[in-house]
């Protein structure tokens, strides 16, 4: 199988290309320089050249306060983008991953979401990713649409991260206890993707590490795993940090289809970050 990777420069798209390295699966990664998905001429040359099986679309425009003013151009990258690689796939014939985000829901309540579920974005990044779904849907039906949060990884800036560098400079954080989620582990979510692009078992899913925490409970372990416990840590809600885009308060999404369809499930998000602290240290 030879499959082309989308944003090799990013968190996700460096270790899909090395998760497919791993299985000797050939992969041919991408970022802008060598196909900017803005150009609907250079998406079709770039990946009708490469001869793939698939595509695993990870690039995306992901500064999600930054959106609200730069509006066309999350939408350039995010829907029209995601359109112009869809249309290729479907044209060679082709599967397609697409990676989308819990942000397509609109937050609200406290049950988790299903991949199904009726998708009411809060901001611009999220409406520009669900139109990316939407791209998707309509041209494909050889597809993976695979909802992720609160993303971490060794290739690029990350929670973790700035809780660390944070917590050295000053000490002490200030950090959002309103906000309910799941963690996501690149490396993890790459052996999923790399599983899931050879089945046929197309459709929407989610998928994060197992666990739930708050973003404040999430920053408590970081600095329990790190061996920072002097860092002082307070919960605050959301109105303490007022942003430019809303956030959702729930960010729970259901990975029982993972399941249903075979596939496993991402492993607890306090072992994730343990192993990815020790990769980044």
């Given at each position: 199988m030879r499959v082309l990777v989308t944003g090799v420069k990013g968190q996700l798209g460096h270790d899909v290309v090395k998760e497919c390295e791993k299985r000797g699966i050939e992969a041919v990664g991408v970022d802008v320089e060598e196909m900017d998905i803005t150009d609907a001429q250079a998406v079709d040359r770039v990946i009708t050249d490469a001869k793939v099986d698939a595509v695993i679309h990870c690039a995306a425009y992901t500064a999600v306060d930054a959106a609200e003013d730069n509006v066309?151009?999350?939408?350039?990258?995010?829907?029209?983008?995601?359109?112009?690689?869809?249309?290729?796939?479907?044209?060679?014939?082709?599967?397609?991953?697409?990676?989308?985000?819990?942000y397509v829901f609109d937050g609200e309540g406290e049950r988790p979401w299903e991949p199904d579920d009726?998708?009411?974005?809060?901001?611009?990044?999220?409406?520009?990713?669900?139109?990316?779904?939407?791209?998707?849907?309509?041209?494909?039906?050889?597809?993976?649409?695979?909802?992720?949060?609160?993303?971490?990884?060794?290739?690029?800036?990350?929670?973790?991260?700035?809780?660390l560098r944070l917590g050295e400079e000053r000490g002490a954080v200030s950090v959002v206890n309103d906000q309910i989620g799941s963690p996501t582990y690149t490396e993890d979510l790459a052996v999923l993707l790399v599983d899931m692009v050879q089945t046929e078992k197309y459709g929407r899913y989610h998928a994060t590490n197992e666990g739930l925490c708050s973003w404040y409970e999430f920053a408590c372990e970081i600095f329990r795993q790190a061996g920072m416990d002097q860092v002082k840590v307070t919960p605050v809600d959301s109105n303490a940090f007022p942003a430019k885009a809303k956030r959702p308060h729930n960010s729970r999404m259901s990975k029982d289809k993972l399941e249903a369809n075979g596939f496993h499930r991402l492993p607890a998000w306090q072992d994730a970050l343990g192993r990815y602290l020790k990769e980044i240290r």
């Open positions: 066309e151009i999350c939408r350039r990258v995010n829907a029209d983008g995601t359109e112009h690689i869809a249309k290729v796939c479907r044209k060679l014939d082709i599967k397609m991953v697409y990676i989308s985000t819990d009726e998708r009411h974005p809060l901001n611009v990044y999220g409406q520009t990713k669900y139109e990316g779904e939407l791209a998707v849907e309509q041209n494909l039906e050889k597809y993976f649409i695979v909802r992720i949060a609160w993303v971490f990884g060794v290739n690029g800036k990350n929670f973790i991260k700035t809780m």
